[in-house]
Each structure stands twice: as C-alpha cells, then as structure tokens.
C-alpha cells in the first residue's frame, strides 16, 4: 500500500527499498550482535545519492520533506531501525542546516551530503536537561571571528560516524530573540572528544554517545541562522523532522513485527490435528487488532507530514500526536508479536525480539511519548505548548 505517495517518492523508495533486502538486511543482525554502526547500509545510500534526500535542489540534492524521509526511514525501520534512526536523523540535521543555509553552508555542507560525501546528525540532547532536548544549557562564546563552545551532548545518534554535528546552544548574550541557538561542528575539530561506546537494550547499531565539547573553537560562519532565533528551529524544523524520522522508524519496526506474526501463523500446523493456526479464531482477531493499530499509525503519520510539506497551522498537532501514535504501536505490536510467534520469537537473537528492545527507545527518544500526548491534548485544549 503505497497512501498516494508521488512518483518521485515511490521510484526513491525502490531504491531505497532495493539496498534494503540486499545491504541493510543481511548485516542487521550482527549491526544488533556487536553494537555496530551500520556503516555498509550508510555507504550504500549515500553511493545512490538518497542521503541528499532532504538537501536542497539547488545544490544537487533531490529536495524532498517530510512524507519522503517518512517513506523512505520506514522503509529502513521495517528490516534495521539503527540504520533507520542514523539515516532518519541525517536527513533531520540535513533540512535543519538547509533552512537557512548561506552559501557557506551550502558548499561546506549541503553540497558534499547531496553528492554523498558528508553524513551529520543531530546532537541536542543534554544529561543536564534530559528530555527537554529544547533547552540547552551549553553556553556560546564569542571570539573575534570564532565561537567557542564548551559542553556536552548525551545520545549522539551516529556520534563518532557523522562528519558533522548539528549542536545547540545558548546566545553568547541575552536578545529579544531567545537563546536557542544552533551551530554545526565538524568531527574532526580540536577539542571534540567522544564518551564511551554505545551499547544500549535496542537501537544498538545507533552509536547514540555522548560528544564532549572542549572549548571547541568553531567559525562564527558555522552558525545556523541568528544567534538566539533559533527557537523556530524547534517548531519549524527540528520537530516536525525530528518527530517524523523517530515515527517513521517505529512504524517500520511495528510493520516487522505485524509481517512476522502473519508469516509464524501462516506457516505453523499442529502434527497432531493438521489445524493452522492461521484458521485459529481468536488468532485471527488478534491479528487484525495488530493490523489496524500499524495502519492507523502509518496513515496519520502520513497525513501529519502531508499537512507539514503544505506548510499547514494544523500540522504540528498531527506529527505530535504521530511519533507518540508510532510510539505506542511499536512497543504494543512488538509485545503482541512475541506471545503470538511463541517459543521460536523467544529464542536467542530472534529478529523479533530484536524489533521489541528497538521499540522501546520510542517512548524515551525526546520528545518522550508522555510528553507528546501531553502537548497533543493542550493543542486540542487550545492551550500553550509549553
Ligand atoms: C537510541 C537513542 C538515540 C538518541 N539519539 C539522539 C540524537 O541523535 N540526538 C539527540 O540530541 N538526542 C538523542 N537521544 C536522546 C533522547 O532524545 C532523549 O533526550 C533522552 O533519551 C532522554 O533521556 P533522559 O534519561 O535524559 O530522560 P529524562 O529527562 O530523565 O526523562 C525520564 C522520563 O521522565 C519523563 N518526563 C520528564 N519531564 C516530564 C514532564 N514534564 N512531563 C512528563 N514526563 C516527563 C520523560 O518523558 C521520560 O519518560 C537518543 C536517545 C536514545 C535512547
């Protein structure tokens, strides 16, 4: 079912879908066994161009938003959610430096990930402020034609892997704007150390570390936008990309889990009563519980990012409620899952049991599910965000 996707999305999803069974499946368990960043998947969408998916036209990269990066990380989600998460959370950081992108950042960035030379990611979350990823506490220092910036980053998806961090700050000094402020930082800069090596319950391709920043010396030209605007980042960007990358990759580890359950009851029969226990009633209910809860979650994720490429007041609402929607219906399919495949999902590495230490990352990733509905029902309410 493809919900009146363009033609454009749906050939990038072939491809997509193509490197999937052939790159990212085959390495998915052992990405999973040794805490492996998925570095062939990685290769293999950027050699085919689609890590420019979110970079502009302008600079060669194919342009698209928020349904494309959700076809496509879904797609990922259903056979690897690590590679999803760091494909998911590049093109999150990709549209978050081409929002408003000068041409420095064009040629030192954008361009390079439109040609498939430069990965980046993410890098907002603080130990300090945990999941209100909204409110660094890292400060900004101005200096002459530099930043400096001193701090650290919990959760680096890719942390160590990318060439380039999208990191938020503070204002070096208080304005009108606000304080939120963002900058990219490349890997290789002076300063810039890593934590200790992921190796969480799920998600354990996603090299998710925390980036030490030592009076990291950055160019004033790496700032993104003002200092201090950035706080439409978080509304206008960051989140409606963030959210949908995150829904999109637990809405493909649920679609596993519901293709697995379906595959286990169309495939076991009783020696001792000839019966398939796809002819059991109560399965078959069970069953199909399963299937309206992934393609209730996938049609409003789809709907969400639709109202977000047209730029509608509605859409924030929507891709709230869409990633904590995602969120619950991976967590409870994947849990279904395993009681209805029985002993064989029980058994050592099975992929499914995999996909429920994946979905679980859903409900902590930030913003958390709780805090989602939360916001879902204050915009119903006609209340503030925050
Ligand atoms: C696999 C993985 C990948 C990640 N990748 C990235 C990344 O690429 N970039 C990045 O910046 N971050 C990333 N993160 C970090 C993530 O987004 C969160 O910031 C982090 O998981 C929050 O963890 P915490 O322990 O600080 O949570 P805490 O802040 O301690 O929160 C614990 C719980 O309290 C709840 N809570 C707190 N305040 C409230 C409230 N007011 N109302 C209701 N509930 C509340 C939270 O919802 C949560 O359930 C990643 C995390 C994981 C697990």
């Known amino acids: 079912m493809h919900y009146f996707l363009s033609g454009e999305i749906l050939a990038l999803r072939e491809q997509v879908q193509a490197i999937a069974a052939e790159v990212v499946l085959p390495a998915a368990e052992q990405v999973d066994a040794q805490a ?11 050699d085919a161009g689609l890590t420019g998916l979110t970079a502009p ?11 494309a990066l959700a076809a496509l990380t879904e797609t990922l989600g259903r056979v690897c959610a690590s590679t999803a998460m760091c494909f998911g959370m590049h093109g ?18 954008l361009r390079p990930i439109a040609e498939g030379r430069h990965l980046t990611t993410l890098a907002l979350s603080e130990g300090g402020t945990g999941a209100h990823f909204f409110m660094p506490q890292t400060p900004l ?7 400096v910036v001193r701090g650290s980053k919990q959760f680096v998806t890719s942390g160590g892997h990318a ?50 920043l030592q009076d990291v010396r950055v160019p004033a030209a790496n700032l993104l936008g003002h200092e201090g605007d950035q706080v439409w980042f978080v509304f206008e960007v960051v989140a409606p990309f963030f959210l949908t990358a995150m829904a999109a990759t637990y809405v493909g ?12 009851l169309k495939t076991r029969r009783y020696a001792h009563s000839g ?6 009633e109560l399965l078959q209910h069970r069953v199909g519980q399963l299937w309206m809860g992934v393609e209730r979650s996938r049609l409003l994720l789809h709907h969400a990012a639709r109202l ?19 969120a619950n219906t991976a967590v409870a399919t994947t849990n279904e899952a395993m009681t209805l495949c029985g002993g064989s999902a029980y058994r050592d590495n099975s992929s499914l049991a995999r996909a429920l230490r994946d979905a679980r990352a859903s409900h902590v990733m930030a913003p958390t599910t709780d805090m989602l509905t939360t916001w879902t029902g204050r915009s119903a309410l006609g209340r503030s965000l925050f």
């Open 253 to 264: 580890v649920a679609q596993s889990a519901l293709d697995a359950t379906v595959a286990h």
């Open 57 to 67: 036209q302008r600079v060669g990269g194919h342009g698209q938003g928020l349904l």
């Open 92 to 109: 999150v950081a990709t549209a978050v430096i081409a929002a408003k992108a000068a041409p420095h950042h064009d040629e030192h960035y």
């Open 36 to 46: 492996a960043w998925p570095e062939a998947g990685m290769r293999a969408l950027a």
């Open 275 to 280: 019966e398939s226990l796809a002819d059991v």
């Open 308 to 326: 977000g490429d047209l730029g509608s007041p509605e859409a924030l609402t929507f891709i709230l409620a869409a990633k904590a929607d995602a």
């Open 163 to 212: 060439d380039s961090y999208v990191v938020s700050t503070l204002a070096s000094t208080p304005s009108d704007l606000g304080d939120f402020s963002c900058l990219v930082i490349d890997r290789d800069t002076p300063g810039v150390a890593w934590g200790e090596p992921w190796a969480g319950l799920g998600m354990r391709g996603n090299a998710s570390r925390a980036m030490l």
């Open 141 to 147: 220092v101005r200096d002459g034609d530099s930043y």
